[in-house]
Structure formats: structure tokens, C-alpha cells
């Protein structure tokens, strides 16, 4: 079709430092209907100009883990649905964002996809996809439903080994997983150890120690490592590749290494929580306002920080994910369910960070020169593009690729709610002074961010339907006995 417009392009960005997940160039990007159309020198006029005047440019950041709008037991609720969720998540230079449609027993897997749409339709700002959360593998669910929605675009599913509501055991863990090897689907898991944690709640609260930092008492980090290392275990059984999630600390981080090791296709994904929280955050006495920094696996203490660091740099982690799940403070839907503080065990895991994630790491990571920048890309939008199917179209700098960017100031800026864009009433980072922040956020093409306000729209945002992973071979082929093929 000829365009109408005399411009080349809509819209450049001059002189920018271009970050991708391998290289730092300096070059103009020509935009062109919501897509990236040129990469170089002195690129031809258009409609709009910006100069970016060496300003640091990368991909808009792929938030491939965040909870919105999940349908919970009343009075509970989140915080946050797909507007502001999806505006947060724009305001903090993220472009994509790819939440979870979770199953409820005793429901179809496809019947939650289709209320999750219902939600989502109309009202996101910023591209999204869907994960899914299997809590009832059915035969049903197995042979036709969940290859069904994976052919169709839902390509990635979490299976959770805790949560009473929502864990599996290792049987059905074994089939979900044969059948993410047969339709190439990426499993997440969620590792802790539910017995374990059920058994040291009841020692706790027998002696009364209900606080909300006794909430980290229940889930030291061997639950973590036990599952971690069983969940491995029964991927090389069914020699598929799966992607470890929130991963907390050296005893998880020491299992997944292990496997790599053997040649097992063992991903992992970490949160700011486990570099920016300690266990102190949850308490140091019993007061409940821990409560805000309750989530699973909880944060650990300053060595493992270090620990999650230093497997950043060795390239243990392909993701870096907010895993916002936010709830309020205040009222009593959220952390004080029925307006009451509880004991541990009924506060809802969770924390708000969809919109601090990407300057977290920059300003902490690039900045303070732990990390390099195409690491901070890798992490933060090519790597869980790659993991969830979304790649080149999502997290990525190149031709063809949808102009979703975002141009970085830096410059100092203090963390407060009253800036954020969420619908929860606190964020865990509160007077973090950070170097860093988006100066803007494109979302194909579109501002969403202009440095001060959010200048999106809702139902901007489109569905993306996503293929097969693309972060490495489909099948593990480590050290695995091969036990799949033999049966
Ligand atoms: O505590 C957390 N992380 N809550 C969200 C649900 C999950 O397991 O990711
Ligand atoms: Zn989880
Ligand atoms: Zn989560």
C-alpha cells in the first residue's frame, strides 16, 4: 500500500545509544507504522523527531511474570487489574507483560483463558500474553484441552508445588511435563516444598509465633532447594526443559547450576525482591507491618543478594520478572484480610513492583557496575521474549521488530508511592534513592511514558499469541537416562 505520508518515517529517534542484549551502538531508529524500520547514521526526516542526544535506549521490557486481576476468595482482591497494572508497568518502561489466566479446580483450563480475556480485552495499555496456571490436570485437560491452547498461542503454563488451592503432586507434575515435551510449551515451576512448610507452620504457630516475619520461618531456603532439585529431577525424567521461577538464593541457585552443569536445558527467572529485600523486611519484631514484604519464596539476607548477583553475571538467569502481586496495605481486601491483622499463614504472598523492576536494575545494576547493559537487556526483555515465544517481535532492537522503547534518564530519583502508578498503597522500596529512571516508554510506536506522565491509552495494548521458546534446544538431551523415550 503507498503511503500517504511524505515522511520516510513517523517518527526517529536521533542519536541514541542503542543497548541490545549483545551490543552498545550509536545509530538512529526510524519507526514506521509501529514497527522499527531502520537502524543507522543520519537517517531521512520524519514526522516526529527525537533526539535522544546519547541517551541509553532499550527494548521496552518484557514483565514475563506479574499477577493481575487473578481471581481470588472474597474479601480478598488484587490490587490491580489490567489498566493499572498495564499503566504501571508502561510508567516503568515496561512494554509487554504476560500475567497468568489461572484454572480453578474443577473448571476448564480453557473456560479461565477465556474469563482472563474478558478482562484483559479493552483495557490494557501495554501488549500482553497469557500464561497458565494447571491446577487440575484432567485427562481431558491433558490430551486435548492444554495442547489445544498451546497450539493456539498459550504456550507457557506454571505448575505450582505449593499452595493448598493450587499445588500438584509429582504424578500430575510428571504429565504436565510430558506434555509440555510433546507440544513444545514452556513449564514454569514454582519450587517449595508444601509439606515442609505445613509442618513448620504448625510448630510455629503452636508456639505462637504467628508474625508476619515467621512467614520466612516456614520456607527456609532448604524447601526451596528440595523442590528445586525434584523438580529438575523429574524434567530429566521427561527430558523437557523447564524455567525454575523466584529464584531466592544460593540453595536453589546451587541446584539449578548443578544441573546446567550436567547439560540439563534448566532455565531460571529472579525478582528485585531477592536483591533489593532481606528477611528483615518481613520484621525484625512482631509488628504486621512486615506483612507488605510477605511473599513466596521469601527474601533471604545480604549474602544471598549476593549469591543472586553473582548468577546474574554467569548467566544463570534468563529472566529478571517483577512477580507483582500486589494487594493493599489498607481495607480489607488485601494483606488485613476482613480488615484484621492475621497470622502468617492467611496473609496473601504477594508484593507490588511491575513499575520499579527495569529501574531497580538499571540504576543498581548498570549503573552501580554490577552489570552490563546488553545483561540488563538480556534479562529484563530479549531473554523472556526468547523464554515465552515473543522473540524477535518482542525484546529486541532490530528491523521489524515492534518500536516498543524506552529512553533512559539518568538522574537521581527517590522511590515513593505517591509516584507510582499501581493500585496498591505502599511499595516495598519506599526512599530507595535510585540513578535512574525512564524518560520515556514507546509502545509500538506510541508514547505510554513521557517522563512525567502516563500518556497511554487502555486498550492500546493487543493480545500476543506466542510461539515456542526460542532459548535453547526443545529438549534438554543433558545427562537425562532418556527414561521418556523407553516407555
Ligand atoms: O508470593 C508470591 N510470589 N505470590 C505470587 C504468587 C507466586 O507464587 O508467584
Ligand atoms: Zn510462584
Ligand atoms: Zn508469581
Not at 522499527?36 to 535522544?52: C, M, Q, R, T, W
Amino acid at each position: 500500500m503507498e503511503r500517504q505520508s511524505s515522511f520516510e518515517f513517523d517518527t526517529v529517534l536521533r542519536n541514541a545509544r542503542v543497548a541490545t542484549a549483545s551490543d552498545v551502538f550509536l545509530a538512529d531508529i526510524g519507526i514506521r507504522d509501529g514497527k522499527i524500520a531502520a537502524l543507522g547514521a543520519n537517517l531521512p526526516s520524519a514526522k516526529h523527531e527525537i533526539d535522544v542526544m546519547g541517551r541509553v535506549v532499550t527494548p521496552g521490557g518484557v514483565d514475563a511474570h506479574c499477577h493481575l486481576d487473578e481471581p481470588m476468595e472474597p474479601p480478598l482482591r488484587m490490587a490491580d487489574d489490567f489498566l493499572t497494572g498495564s499503566r504501571a508497568a508502561a510508567c516503568g518502561g515496561t512494554t509487554t507483560i504476560v500475567p497468568f489466566a489461572v484454572q480453578r479446580r474443577g473448571t476448564s483450563l480453557a473456560e479461565a483463558v477465556k474469563a482472563y480475556h474478558a478482562k484483559s480485552e479493552g483495557r490494557a495499555c501495554i501488549d500482553y500474553a497469557f500464561h497458565m496456571i494447571v491446577t487440575d490436570p484432567t485427562e481431558v485437560l491433558l490430551k486435548t484441552e492444554l495442547p489445544h491452547l498451546i497450539e493456539n498461542g498459550y504456550t507457557s503454563f506454571k505448575i505450582y508445588m505449593t499452595y493448598e488451592d493450587l499445588k500438584l503432586d509429582d504424578f500430575q507434575i510428571l504429565d504436565l511435563l510430558a506434555v509440555a515435551r510433546q507440544s513444545g510449551a514452556m513449564a514454569m515451576v514454582h519450587a517449595e516444598n508444601s509439606d515442609c512448610i505445613e509442618w513448620l507452620t504448625r510448630k510455629l504457630e503452636a508456639v505462637g509465633r504467628t508474625a508476619p516475619r515467621f512467614h520466612s520461618h516456614a520456607r527456609p531456603m532448604l524447601v526451596e532447594r528440595e523442590a528445586t532439585h525434584r523438580a529438575i529431577a523429574l524434567a530429566e525424567l521427561i527430558d523437557v526443559p523447564i524455567l525454575i521461577v523466584h529464584v531466592s538464593g544460593r540453595e536453589a541457585v546451587e541446584q539449578i547450576r548443578s544441573a546446567r552443569g550436567k547439560g540439563l536445558s534448566i532455565y531460571a527467572e529472579t525478582c528485585p525482591q531477592y536483591l533489593f529485600l532481606t528477611a528483615d523486611d518481613l520484621g525484625i519484631d512482631d509488628s504486621y507491618h512486615g506483612a507488605r514484604c510477605v511473599c513466596s519464596p521469601p527474601p533471604r539476607d545480604r549474602q544471598n543478594q549476593e549469591v543472586i548477583w553473582n548468577a546474574i553475571n554467569e548467566g544463570l538467569f534468563s529472566v529478571f520478572s517483577s512477580d507483582h502481586a500486589p494487594f493493599r496495605m489498607d481495607g480489607v481486601d488485601g494483606k488485613r484480610p476482613g480488615g484484621h491483622e492475621q497470622p502468617f499463614r492467611h496473609i496473601p504472598n504477594g508484593i507490588p513492583g511491575i513499575e520499579t523492576r527495569m529501574a531497580l536494575l538499571y540504576s543498581e545494576g548498570v549503573l552501580a557496575g554490577r552489570i552490563t547493559l546488553p545483561r540488563f537487556v538480556q534479562l529484563t526483555a530479549t531473554g523472556p521474549a526468547k523464554a515465552y515465544g515473543l522473540h524477535p517481535r518482542k525484546g529486541a532492537i532490530a528491523i521489524g521488530s515492534d518500536a516498543d522503547l524506552v529512553i533512559w534518564d539518568e538522574r537521581a530519583k527517590t522511590i515513593a508511592n505517591a509516584d507510582l502508578h499501581h493500585g496498591a498503597d505502599y511499595t516495598p522500596y519506599e526512599g530507595m534513592q535510585l540513578k535512574a529512571w525512564p524518560g520515556l516508554t514507546m509502545s509500538r510506536g506510541k508514547v505510554v511514558w513521557d517522563g512525567e506522565s502516563f500518556t497511554g491509552e487502555s486498550g492500546h495494548g493487543k493480545f500476543l499469541r506466542c510461539g515456542s521458546p526460542t532459548l535453547g534446544p526443545r529438549l534438554s538431551r543433558g545427562a537425562g537416562p532418556g527414561f521418556f523415550d523407553e516407555v
